[in-house]
């Protein structure tokens, strides 16, 4: 067997394996699951090595016709993305075997993870359009199975996650089939495609909405807050942070660079940026209002996306760099985000803001490692979210776009504020009563959490290692080596240039933000006695997320309606075309109306204009 | 295996009766009657698609005097879905069809249905087509009010009446044929037409046609009947309606003398596309607003007659290259028989529901997966299979019929083509949310999984889906190259008048 | 035997005494008439379709005539369904043994000479074969219908 | 040729009272006239004129039949049709009586249970 089906037929085939074991021996199949994972781990770091890896087999040809190949190829950003997802795989199959103890969830989670896993490694090596739309969309579904394994209410957010995540998939097929079309081929390293006439500019859009659906950016993100609160964490930490924001942003970074043909400064590459831009904003002021924390942190999920796609949407080259190698940190720090939210949930048993307080004393390690994430999340240095957020600015400034510039710094600052809110309320702030018993999760839970938070600062402090292993080659050669600044830039991150003081600006007006929701608080205390209800103490308590209401109030006067239907969904394009779309279904079932005398006209009318167009014409 | 030819309907025919006497001196004798003889048709079935095209004369008349039959690419391909799924469906109401009496009688209806189908796709000579056209509609008006209550007995009267207004249709049509033709024998009445052309009479023929096995075929705006008529009959014969009577009697009819009575003509290829595209969108958008299980699946029969019947439209017009024909049929075809396999499965599995828990209403159901394991994980096969997802086979033969649109050139069609796509999916997404997942009501926590006979044919269907998908290039050569030149070569068709 | 015919005489069911009487003269012509054109299908007009609607036509006067009842003891539910299966059975066999000749309703019986009434090989047999099914589906039919029709008057009065 | 018309009209009545009649049995009526349009016009298509009955008798060749006898084929596509009328009337009018003794009425447009 050739060397590049390992990582896809081993998992896949691992996967077989839980489906008979019973729910009681979930342990065993998930030690399995791990053992499968370590092996393909292993293997991708020996093909890490072994860049330049073909491999090519007819699959069949169509009405004898039409070919389709399933080829794979092996070169560096396949290889380092490949090399991440079995990482985090094992992370998050390590997790899971603490985190699912004594909960009543089949041992199938196991083989849709190594299904996913085998996916992922699917879509990441094939070079073949039609192959990869066909791991897409196995990825999807397989997403739906496992958020269908989550607590209450998980059919709905499901059904409305693989919604979206479906509509995308048939844009990515039109897409994919016009370029068949119109290019005759769908071996993505032959394809350099003109975005100059209109069904390369179609398809291109088309690709861009299953990478950035994938991804979750706006506004095709609503599936990542839906099944936020029902899904389990690991779930979560896995799929929605890391796994699909590698798969999205691997899918639009190959767009971007080898499929199509975008230049700087097109309008292309505008709607891209401005796509990033609106999701960083847009996102990161819904999740200040969030009071749960996976959905807060869902909502983050999204918001920094869009500094990926704002960054390899640019096309200037820092900026492309800045945006992947985001990627690759938003997937280490908002998994180890989601771990932490699961470590709360196992032992707490909520992740309702209101509820919870006061965890440091209790859960150090998750504490530790949740503030680690935050700081690195925010953009603070020396943890990796800064680096890349620096190099996404970076590109900005080179790039002369001021606007996306603020926007991204805004965010920035928003996220911070934010993140202070939920270590706040989470860790410090005032225990609430029925918290006492509180331990430190199991060890196996801890680790993943410990090795990411580690990754954040090593990824920090010494960024050049991962830049110039991981990110470089992939932007590097022909036309980038003119982008000299690159490797200059990476040995100057530390010497204060203007995009750390952009940097220090957001960090500033984050806190302020912060320190104003604060004054804020204490006056809502006060007028919880208006009422004249008698509160019990646990209501007097000022959760952190009172923060909120200083943004949705005081600071931002314009954004208060677009809160308020936010919180509704209304700007939510699911619930707008499935509302057309219902009442168009209304119309039609009213014609159907159950007379028999109607359908007789239908047939009857039917056949006349029939007879007359065929007679007539 | 040629002489045995006539024995896909005499066999039906004969024992759906011997069935009715020698009930009367054993009860259980019915049951392994019908699975003898489904179980032997689906076999020789399958044996027939390693045969050759050929034709045959009853009696030993010699055609166009005596009755043609005819077996080539097309009609294997339809014998093996018609009595594949038969088996699997009689398998099914070994057990379902104890909840209604008169088991004997269901049995009879049941092959004389069967028989009526093998005879439509065997057969060689147009009116003989319109006769066991209407056996079998006959028996699946009945069967369609077979339980006799006040929903039953109304669906099987509008059904009765506008699958009588369609045959009507169809006899006037052939009445016609006949007084231009002079014969009634389909290869000779093909050369007949070649040398008459398409003048207004054949164009009111074509016409009717269209209205009459439209009909049968379920295409808006003649669909009315259907979402009535299938959820209304007992499952299996809901899953023998959706997944094979209206494609044997509908579509089959259609591709047969479209493309080799008539011949391809383009402004019929434009009538048939439209009215795929309007059944796709109407059957699809109707089947979102669904509340109960079998309508929805009815409605979404609909949707998918609409795919096949675009893509047929579309390889029935002479001016689009013979690759992308070849691409067309294929996709046509393929779908055809997917969506045979799938949707049977489906209403398959609506019938086990309702066997335990009483109910199709999808507000009153949920959280069966945990309940009834089996029979809801071949659902989900099924439902993502219909979806269009991979590697289930609805992908293959969407993505092939898709494929064909674009290349010539109908960028609507193709759009719209993946937005139904988009639209069925979300309305099995909702059916999924409301039956397998979310909470189990209380009154179901002592549903058990459904019996064996009843998971059996579940299981082998929902194997088939994955299967017919994975294994694409078997199914390809072995069952659709056959057909689809049998659809192209109208000249091989009339020499099988004088061959044999 | 003796008791039914006097049964018959007394049984008030039915119409009146004149159509009793016309209807007891006439059964044995029109069975007698149908048979013929049964047995005669092969020559001349008619065949087992007209003559088992005769046949079947005969049965319903009597039900007509006499009552249900009566009728129902010459012919009952359960003897029409059996007759109508066998009937359509031997159609099917017929069909069948043709095979003897290597074709599916080959005519395998020596076609006798023209005009004659053993001529036509299979003809006359098949004409057997579906006059037995027609007289009995559609006295089954009649039957049924009139059962339903009943039970329909019957809730027509519980309404008035 | 005004036969066939004839047939036409009879087609055309027997749409009109199955479209627009509400009661079952008109409507039942209705598809029976449509039937019967569609034999007439099979008949005619067979048709002959001073064609005699396609019956070979003893004084007559079969050259002269040939010759002189009407078309015998629609006849028998005619009787056929005949037959499954008679079927399809038969289940129409047994489904109509179980009908009406569960909904109590004979129009159609009352019995709509099933409907969107």
């Known amino acids: 067997m050739h060397e590049l089906l390992y990582p896809i037929i081993v998992p896949a085939i691992a996967g077989i394996i839980p489906i008979f074991i019973p729910r009681k021996g979930k342990m065993v199949a998930g030690i399995i699951s791990l053992a499968a994972v370590a092996w393909v781990f292993v293997r991708a770091l020996s093909l890490f090595g072994l860049w330049e890896l073909a491999y090519n087999v007819r699959l069949f040809t169509i009405a004898g016709i039409y070919p389709i190949d399933f080829s794979l190829r092996l070169y560096h950003f396949s290889a380092f993305i490949l090399l991440f997802i079995m990482f985090f795989g094992l992370l998050i199959i390590l997790y899971s075997l603490g985190f699912l103890r004594g909960k009543d969830t089949s041992s199938t989670y196991y083989t849709f993870i190594l299904w996913t896993l085998s996916a992922s490694a699917g879509a990441v090596l094939t070079d073949n359009l039609l192959v990869l739309l066909v791991f897409w969309e196995i990825l999807t579904l397989l997403l739906y199975f496992l958020v269908n394994m989550g607590g209450e209410g998980h059919e709905k957010a499901a059904a409305k996650c693989f919604t979206i995540l479906g509509f995308s998939d048939a844009a990515m097929l039109l897409g994919v089939l016009l370029i068949w079309l119109n290019y005759g081929t769908l071996s993505m390293s032959q394809l350099s495609i003109a975005t100059g006439d209109t069904m390369g500019v179609i398809a291109f859009v088309a690709l861009f909405i299953g990478a950035i659906a994938k991804a979750g950016a706006m506004p095709l993100h609503s599936w990542v807050p839906a099944i936020a609160v029902p899904t389990h964490p690991p779930v979560m930490a896995f799929l929605p942070a890391a796994l699909d924001k590698l798969l999205g942003i691997y899918l639009l970074a190959r767009l971007v660079l080898d499929i199509f043909i975008i230049q700087t400064g097109s309008a292309l590459s505008l709607m891209m940026m401005t796509v990033g831009a609106a999701t960083i904003i847009f996102a990161v002021m819904m999740a200040l209002v969030q009071h749960n924390l996976k959905k807060l942190l869902s909502f983050h999920a999204v918001s920094q996306v869009g500094y990926m796609i704002l960054g390899v949407g640019s096309g200037i080259p820092i900026a492309i760099i800045g945006g992947l190698f985001h990627m690759l940190n938003n997937a280490i720090y908002k998994g180890g985000l989601f771990l932490a939210a699961g470590a709360v949930e196992k032992r707490v048993g909520t992740t309702e803001l209101d509820k919870l307080g006061g965890l440091a004393g209790l859960m150090p390690i998750t504490f530790v490692t949740t503030l680690i994430a935050a700081l690195s999340i925010s953009g603070v240095p020396p943890f990796n979210g800064f680096v890349s957020k620096w190099l996404v600015y970076q590109g900005m400034l080179e790039g002369n776009y001021m606007i996306f510039l603020v926007a991204a710094i805004f965010g920035s600052a928003l996220t911070l504020a934010s993140f202070v809110k939920v270590i706040h309320s989470l860790f410090l702030g005032r225990k609430p009563d029925g918290l006492k018993d509180i331990k430190e999760v199991d060890f196996s839970m801890q680790f993943p959490m410990i090795l990411l938070a580690l990754l954040c600062i090593l990824f920090g402090v010494m960024a050049r290692l991962p830049l110039e292993r991981f990110i470089l080659p992939i932007v590097g050669g022909g036309a980038v080596m003119t982008a000299n600044g690159v490797v200059e830039t990476t040995q100057g991150l530390w010497n204060p240039g203007l995009a750390t003081i952009l940097i220090i600006i957001g960090i500033i007006v984050g806190l302020v933000i912060y320190a104003l929701s604060r004054a804020r608080t204490t006056r809502t205390d006060e007028n919880i006695w208006i009422g004249g209800n008698i509160m019990d103490s646990e209501e007097i308590r000022i959760p952190g997320t009172h923060f909120y209401k200083t943004v949705t109030d005081d600071l931002n006067p314009v954004f208060t309606g677009a809160f308020r239907d936010g919180e509704k969904g209304a700007m939510d394009g699911y619930n707008i075309i499935g509302g057309l779309g219902g009442a168009l279904v209304k119309v039609l079932r009213a014609m159907h109306d159950g007379i028999l005398s109607t359908y007789l006209s239908w047939v009857v009318i039917g056949l006349g204009v029939l007879a007359f167009i065929l007679m007539f014409h | ?500 | 035997m003796h008791d039914i015919e006097k049964e018959i005489r007394e049984s008030k069911s039915g119409m009146t005494m004149i159509v009793k009487t016309i209807v007891r003269f006439a059964m044995g012509i029109i069975i007698l008439f149908g048979a013929y054109i049964v047995l005669y299908g092969h020559l001349t007009p008619g065949g087992g379709f007209a003559g088992g609607v005769i046949l079947a036509c005969g049965y319903i006067i009597l039900t007509l005539a006499f009552g249900k009842d009566i009728a129902l003891r010459k012919l009952s539910d359960q003897g029409a369904s059996i007759m109508d299966n066998s009937g359509a059975l031997a159609f099917i066999v017929i069909g069948l043994l043709g095979y003897t000749g290597g074709y599916f309703f080959l005519n395998f019986i020596d076609h006798g000479k023209r005009f004659e009434l053993f001529s036509g090989g299979i003809i006359p047999l098949c004409n057997i074969a579906i006059a037995l099914k027609v007289t009995a589906s559609l006295f089954a039919i009649f039957i049924a219908l009139a059962i339903f029709g009943k039970f329909i008057s019957g809730l027509v009065e519980e309404e008035e | 040729m005004v036969l066939y018309f004839l047939s036409l009209v009879l087609f055309v009545m027997g749409l009109y009272c199955l479209v627009a009649k509400k009661n079952i049995v008109k409507k039942i009526i209705g598809i029976t006239i449509i039937e019967y349009s569609i034999n007439l016009f099979l008949i005619l298509i067979g048709y002959r004129r001073g064609g005699v009955a396609p019956i070979l008798m003893k004084d007559m060749s079969v050259a002269e039949l040939v010759e002189r006898g009407v078309d015998p084929l629609p006849q028998a596509l005619v009787l056929t049709s005949i037959v499954i009328g008679l079927g399809v009337l038969a289940l129409m009018v047994g489904v109509c009586l179980r009908l009406y003794e569960k909904y109590k009425t004979f129009d159609m447009s009352e019995i709509n249970r099933l409907r969107g």
């Open chain 2, 1 to 500: 295996m040629q002489q045995y030819y006539p024995l896909f309907t005499a066999i039906p025919l004969a024992i759906a009766f011997v069935n009715l006497l020698i009930t009367k001196i054993n009860k259980r004798a019915g049951d392994y009657l019908a699975l003898i003889a489904t179980g032997v048709l689906a076999y020789m079935s399958i044996k027939m698609l390693f045969v050759g095209p050929f034709s045959y004369h009853v009696g030993g008349h010699l055609p166009p005097w005596g009755i043609l039959l005819v077996s080539d690419g097309l009609s294997s391909l339809m014998l093996v879905v018609i009595n594949v799924i038969a088996f699997l469906s009689i398998i099914f109401s070994l057990k379902y069809m104890t909840t209604y009496t008169a088991k004997p009688k269901y049995y009879s209806l049941f092959l004389l249905m069967v028989g009526g189908m093998n005879g439509v796709v065997i057969t060689g000579d147009l009116f003989n087509l319109y006769v066991f056209l209407e056996i079998a509609s006959i028996a699946s008006y009945a069967l369609v009010g077979f339980g006799c209550e006040k929903e039953e007995l109304e669906a099987s009267f509008k059904y009765m009446i506008l699958g009588g207004v369609a045959s009507t249709g169809v006899l006037f049509g052939i009445a016609f044929l006949y007084s231009i033709t002079g014969t009634l024998n389909m290869p000779d009445m093909a050369m007949q037409l070649e040398l008459v052309g398409i003048n207004r009479a054949v164009a009111f023929v074509i016409a009717l046609f269209v209205m009459g096995f439209g009909l049968k075929a379920s295409s808006v705006p003649f669909h009315a009947w259907l979402p009535d008529a299938h959820p209304s009959a007992p499952a299996p014969i809901s899953a023998m309606l959706s997944g094979v009577l209206i494609k044997a009697l509908g579509v089959y009819t259609i591709m047969r003398i479209m493309f080799h009575v008539i011949g391809p003509n383009p402004l019929v290829s434009s009538i048939m596309m439209f009215l795929g595209a309007l059944s796709m969108v109407v059957g699809g958008l109707l089947a979102i607003g669904q509340e109960d299980f079998k309508r929805m699946l009815a409605y979404s029969s609909i949707s998918q007659i609409g795919y096949v019947m675009i893509a047929l439209g579309l390889a029935l017009n002479p001016g689009i290259g013979m690759m992308t024909k070849a691409l067309a049929i294929v996709g046509a075809l393929f779908h055809l028989v997917n969506h045979a396999v799938f949707k049977s499965l489906l209403f398959l599995c609506s019938g086990a529901v309702e066997y335990r828990t009483g109910t199709r209403d999808l507000g009153k159901l949920g959280g069966l997966i945990r309940k009834m394991p089996v029979t809801m994980t071949t659902c989900s096969i099924g439902s993502l299979s219909i979806a269009g997802l991979p590697p289930f086979n609805g992908f293959w033969s969407k993505l092939i019929i898709i494929m064909a649109l674009l290349r010539a050139g109908y960028m609507v069609y193709g759009a719209i083509a993946i937005l139904v796509g988009f639209i069925t999916l979300a309305y099995f997404i909702k059916l999924q949310a409301n039956v397998l997942f979310g909470k189990l009501p209380e009154a179901f926590s002592e549903v058990r999984e459904a019996p064996f006979s009843m998971v059996l044919p579940l299981v082998i269907l929902a194997i088939l889906c994955v299967g017919l998908g994975i294994a694409y290039p078997f199914v390809e050569t072995e069952m659709l190259r056959a057909a689809w030149d049998t659809l192209l070569d109208k000249a091989g068709f009339m020499n099988l008048l004088l061959g044999g």
